[in-house]
């Protein structure tokens, strides 16, 4: 659960003569993650490709580039449609016919879309003088004259040409498009600063009208010829797209069989591959070779590596501190090993990294902590019901594992959505039980946001810290037991110092010494944890000598902390042992904020009254009016905070209309606002919680950078072995 | 003309600040992407069509499936690389913003400066068209298309009239007399560096340690390694003073010095030594007197640059460092490749292949 | 300036309640300032983090969770602020 799946260094060895035939039977396996020879040991050469290879590399390159042509998904693949070849002969002469149709196709293609962009082109060259409305030739070939055409202002231009000397001129058109001839005028000069943009003038004679409609038919033209094209594209793609996915696997996985002496160390003679694997299916990969080539080549189990990075001495020896950062060369790739319910929080963690195998996998920790304290936030019946469905939506439409994984994750934080707004009592952020008077089963409403009371919201700051202690003393632990492989000392003063600090620090501020300075909600006879409108508990704080008792840990910490890490530990305890676990506080203010929200917006739709407070004497309430109207409920000397759309519709005497309108005007309101803070809802809660994993949790502890598991071999799908 | 890196700063956002950051983590990332050691140990033992099926596997792949119906084997790698070079410098330029952008586009020029060299080089040695081809590197704004124009001109009269209206066309018309004078390529060379070069690093120094003054300073050291190739290669030449055609700006040696080093290649050679580059070069070096082989220096002086820019990019990551750290890793790993294929082709061995490989 | 706030002191000198909310105003608003002042320095820094971040999501878009933590690093300092504003209520 916490520790990835145990896994072994395996050797394979052999004569050249049994190289093929070992590597069609790993590559069946599809068990052992094959390393690649580095070409560091003496006499030892990478192995070159197998024969066959250039020629099923070639192909494969085709096969790809025609599907890429053709555009070609894996969905296209028609199970009730056989692969259309039996030999890899059949599978070439196929392919070479296939690609030469489709490069055909593909210079048509090109060739039309060249045509179509130069005549759009021309079309948007044309369109100007259409409105101009001069025969094109008449605009070219003067020797006298100067002309010249422009988009721009004729009444700014002819002025402009009005002020400059000589007067032989004369100015075309309007409607943004203008033409001027002119002789002996410096129209350089003068058309500075005027609303004038020259433009050339096309080739070609008559009537640009006439002229653009040749170039309209001629773009309908090739615009025809394009669909033709492309529904030839598509019609071949419908048809071969069986055949091609069959042949890139075939090919593909051939590829991966002919490259695989590439990774593998050779002699003249021999060969010698080395890899990983699970060390459970061990037993099981030398039964399945043994069974197939016998005893012409030599499986070894080299080691089992041990969690703790001590396990292969000999290779740690040689190691330095260059390999270790350049992420552990020697280290198992990383099978992750946790029960099924934290299965889809694992690339919640990936995404930071993978765990190391000799560190411990915190996936269950954020499985347990994550749901929780979003559901905590967000607490309310039914945006929970609507997380699942969203969740479960997302889980049935993607097809990659990631996606799916986020799907379920989005199921379990909308259940503890919904547990929560159970116990707060909220549905849509209305209490069934507090406004309606519904009386479900026990423990509805025992919790309260403290929108309003400004005890419960101090209670849940309390309770976040809280929150964020026993977070960060698991990282500590986890910290401590990853670095004890490496030593008693670090794991002593680099972990368990700073449990001393956490822990003694936060238990003096939760204890009675100096109580009179302290604010008056954490200790004392008004402690929130004494007693608080949901609960009492009867925690006053820690006695005074147990306060200073604790202080002294934490002292004693600082000085392990600053030993351990020097002034870098001094400058960091403050952030580390105080503003990561003040950082936990953003769970109570999202909380109020997303509760709050929820608030406004049933307000603006119901409508709501100030009545007594029901904790805080002299202060007001904001009550819901969810059976009448607010002003009908109000009692003497209150006020009604406002009348709410509902009943702005529904009030006596407003006529059809209004009535439409405010009861549009509330279902609008309700459904966008709600959606909103749904929304919200996401990005606040799964944001600002994935940031105290990542951040304040992950911090503490992790390192990641594990490798993935990936075994040689690839399962086929659409085809069958031995061809 | 069809262009094939946009470096226009007309399209696209040239104002506002230069986003530094986005650029910077971008083109990390890419440069992350590029091949390894165990990449190229396993493509060097790789045939042709292997390797092309290798790259449709990586970053390369858009381009071997658009290309691959087509074209295969040494063809299909070449092309593919070099469309996708010009992919990846074309969307560096359109990430960027403000200054970065136009430094950026600035810099990609030295790959149009190399074209033009390798075109009027290869006209001047009446090399054929394919051959002045397989040189070019189409990373920057003049698309293949308008280059193989050029080399099929014939003269270097013609090449030089052909590149009327770029930014090298002034600057040649001006050192074409010095060319008819001499008879030597180096008077057209030099102005082509000199466009490049000089405009970019004339006027005061920026601060050393401001985006603008790391970007000149690496311009600086790129100036020195040209000088230095240069003068490496007239040394003990009698046809034409090469001090003349010294490239102002560098920080590693002056003028004058050029000029007196260049008459005696052993002096020029322990100048070298005892210079700012003497450290990182040493083996180069000796291997340069040894065997008095060119080829092996300037596949060091390469990867002395490369080594610059990385570590500048570590000291200043916010400048325009990772970006030309990834331009020079992106067109060796181009290269590199290049070599591979054609050196299957030619059926060189591992080792032979191997030793062309500059990582 | 002396002259403007002049009706101020004289009610702050003749009346004691005037004298406490006016202190309690002036402590909230400096609360306020803080949290402003300090939102404004996290948003600063976020923006380079923030688009470097995205810069290398564009190009792997494994580094998300990676880039998230790194973006949002600098926002505890609006959490502290708020803690201030707590404080001095």
């Known amino acids: 659960m916490l520790r990835p799946k145990k896994m072994s260094k395996v050797s394979v060895a052999g004569s050249k003569g049994v190289l093929e035939d070992a590597v069609e039977v790993l590559h069946e396996l599809n068990l052992v993650h094959v390393t690649d020879y580095d070409g560091s040991w003496e006499g030892f050469e990478n192995g070159n490709p197998l024969e066959g290879g250039e020629e099923v590399s070639g192909k494969l390159v085709q096969v790809r580039a025609v599907m890429n042509t053709l555009g070609v998904e894996e969905d296209d693949y028609d199970e009730e449609e056989g692969t259309g070849f039996s030999t890899r002969e059949e599978l070439y002469d196929r392919l070479a016919d296939l690609r030469e149709r489709v490069n055909e196709l593909e210079d048509d293609r090109n060739r039309i879309r060249d045509g179509l962009r130069d005549a759009r082109e021309e079309r948007r060259t044309l369109e100007p003088f259409v409105r101009l409305g001069i025969d094109i030739d008449l605009l070219k070939g003067h020797d006298e004259i100067e002309l010249r055409v422009g988009l721009g202002d004729a009444e700014e231009v002819r002025g402009a040409l009005e002020e400059a000397d000589g007067d032989e001129y004369e100015v075309f058109g309007g409607d943004g498009v203008v033409a001027v001839a002119s002789r002996d005028i410096d129209t350089d000069d003068v058309l500075v600063g005027v609303d004038f943009s020259e433009i050339d003038v096309p080739d070609g004679e008559g009537e640009p009208a006439d002229l653009i409609d040749e170039v309209e038919n001629r773009v309908e033209t090739l615009e025809g010829e394009l669909n033709g094209v492309e529904s030839r594209i598509e019609s071949l793609r419908d048809e071969h797209a069986n055949f091609l996915l069959a042949a890139e696997e075939e090919l593909s996985i051939e590829a991966q069989k002919t490259d695989a002496p590439l990774r593998f160390a050779t002699t003249t003679n021999s060969f010698y591959a080395e890899g990983w694997m699970p060390t459970e299916s061990y037993t099981d990969m030398v039964d399945r070779l043994q069974e197939a080539v016998g005893d012409r080549v030599d499986v070894r189990e080299l080691e089992t590596v041990e969690y703790n990075d001590e396990g292969h001495p000999e290779e740690h020896a040689s190691e330095d501190d260059e390999d270790e950062e350049n992420g552990n060369i020697d280290d198992p790739p990383v099978v992750q090993d946790n029960p099924g319910a934290a299965k889809p929080f694992e690339p919640l963690v990936n995404t930071i990294n993978r765990p190391k195998y000799t560190e411990l996998d915190p996936t269950i920790v954020v499985f347990l902590t994550f749901p929780f304290a979003f559901g905590f936030m967000i607490g309310d019946m039914g945006y929970g019901v609507l997380y699942v469905l969203m969740g479960y939506a997302v889980y049935k439409a993607v097809d990659s594992e990631t996606l799916k994984a986020l799907g379920v994750i989005g199921i379990w934080s909308g259940v503890f959505t919904f547990i929560f707004g159970y116990l707060y009592d909220d549905i849509f952020g209305i209490h069934p039980r507090g406004d309606l008077g519904i009386d479900f089963l026990i423990g509805a409403g025992v919790l309260s946001k403290g929108i309003q009371v400004e005890q419960t919201a101090l209670m849940w700051l309390v309770a976040s810290i809280l929150f964020g202690i026993i977070h960060l003393n698991v990282a500590h632990i986890f910290g401590f037991i990853n670095d004890l492989s490496h030593s008693v000392k670090e794991a002593v003063v680099e972990n368990a110092s700073w449990l001393l600090v956490l822990n003694g620090f936060f238990a003096w501020v939760f204890s009675l010494h100096l109580a009179e300075s302290k604010p008056a909600f954490l200790v004392g006879e008004e402690a929130v944890l004494n007693e608080n409108p949901m609960f009492s508990l009867g925690f006053t704080g820690l006695p005074e000598e147990v306060g200073i008792a604790m202080g002294v840990v934490a002292v004693v910490g600082f000085v392990m902390v600053v030993y351990g890490e020097g002034a870098i530990g001094a400058i960091e305890t403050p952030t580390n042992a105080f503003g990561h676990v003040l950082s936990y506080l953003r769970i109570m203010a999202v909380l109020i904020a997303k509760g709050g929200m929820a608030f406004v917006v049933n307000v603006l739709v119901f409508g709501a009254y100030e009545t007594e407070h029901p904790y805080q004497e002299g202060d007001s309430y904001i009550q819901f009016a969810l059976t009448a109207p607010p002003s009908e409920l109000v009692s003497e000397g209150q006020e009604v905070a406002f009348g709410g759309l509902v009943w702005m519709g529904l009030g006596e005497g407003t006529g059809v209309v209004l009535m439409v309108v405010g009861l549009l005007a509330a279902v609008a309101v309700f459904v966008l606002g709600h959606i909103i803070v749904l929304l919200l809802g996401i990005t606040a809660a799964g944001i600002q919680m994935v940031r105290l994993e990542y951040v304040e949790f992950f911090g503490k502890f992790y390192e990641g950078g594990g490798d993935k598991f990936e075994p040689f071999g690839k399962p086929r799908k659409y085809t069958k072995e031995g061809r | ?359 | 300036m002396i002259e403007a706030i002049e009706p101020v002191v004289t009610q702050v000198e003749q009346n004691p309640e005037y004298a406490e909310n006016l202190g309690d105003g002036i402590a909230l608003a400096a609360g306020a300032i803080a949290v402003g002042l300090s939102a404004l320095g996290a948003g600063y820094a976020e923006k380079g983090i923030g688009s470097a971040a995205v810069g290398a999501m564009a190009e792997d878009p494994s580094t998300f969770g990676r880039g998230l933590l790194l973006t949002v690093l600098p926002e505890t300092l609006v959490i502290f602020a708020i803690v201030v504003f707590v404080l001095l209520l």
Not at chain 2, 39 to 62: G, L
Not at chain 2, 99 to 126: E, I, M, P, Q
């Open chain 2, 1 to 359: 003309m069809v262009k094939n890196v946009d470096l226009s700063l007309d399209t696209g956002l040239n104002t506002g600040s230069s986003n530094y950051e986005y650029v910077g983590a971008r083109v990390r990332a890419r440069k992350a992407k590029l091949f390894d050691d165990d990449d190229y140990r396993k493509m060097v033992r790789m045939s042709p069509n292997e390797i092309a099926r290798f790259m449709e596997e990586s970053e390369y792949s858009k381009e071997i499936n658009r290309l691959g119906a087509r074209h295969e084997g040494v063809d299909l790698i070449e092309y593919a690389l070099y469309d996708n070079m010009a992919r990846h410098f074309s969307d560096i330029v359109s990430w960027s913003n403000g200054s970065l952008r136009k430094t950026v586009a600035d810099y990609l020029r030295k790959y149009d400066a190399w074209n033009v060299k390798t075109v009027l080089r290869g006209v001047f040695t009446d090399a054929t068209v394919e051959e002045i081809h397989g040189d070019l590197i189409p990373a920057g704004e003049l698309d293949e298309e308008f280059l193989d124009d050029l080399a099929e001109l014939g003269s270097v009269e013609k090449v030089v009239e052909g590149l009327e209206g770029t930014v090298f066309g002034e600057a040649l018309e001006e050192a074409l007399r010095d060319f008819n004078d001499t008879g030597v390529l180096l008077p057209l060379e030099n102005a082509v560096d000199r466009t490049f070069y000089e405009g970019l690093v004339k006027g005061e120094r920026p601060a050393p340690e401001s985006p603008e003054g790391v970007y000149t300073n690496f311009l600086r050291s790129e100036i020195d390694v040209l000088n230095v190739r240069n003068a490496l290669r007239a040394a003990g030449s009698e046809q034409v003073d090469v001090g003349e055609y010294f490239i102002e700006g560098g920080d590693l040696f002056k003028k004058d010095e050029l000029r007196r080093l260049v008459g005696n290649r052993e002096e020029l050679v322990n100048a070298l030594r005892e210079s700012g580059f003497g450290d990182s070069l040493a083996d180069a070096i000796d291997a340069l007197e040894d065997t008095g082989s060119l080829v092996e220096f300037d596949r060091a002086l390469d990867k002395l640059l490369m080594q610059f820019a990385g570590t500048m990019t570590n000291r200043h990551p916010n400048s325009v460092a990772p970006v030309i750290s990834y331009i020079l890793s992106k067109e060796r790993e181009v290269q590199n490749i290049r070599g591979i294929a054609r050196g299957k082709e030619a059926g060189l061995s591992v080792e032979e292949i191997e030793e062309e490989i500059v990582i």
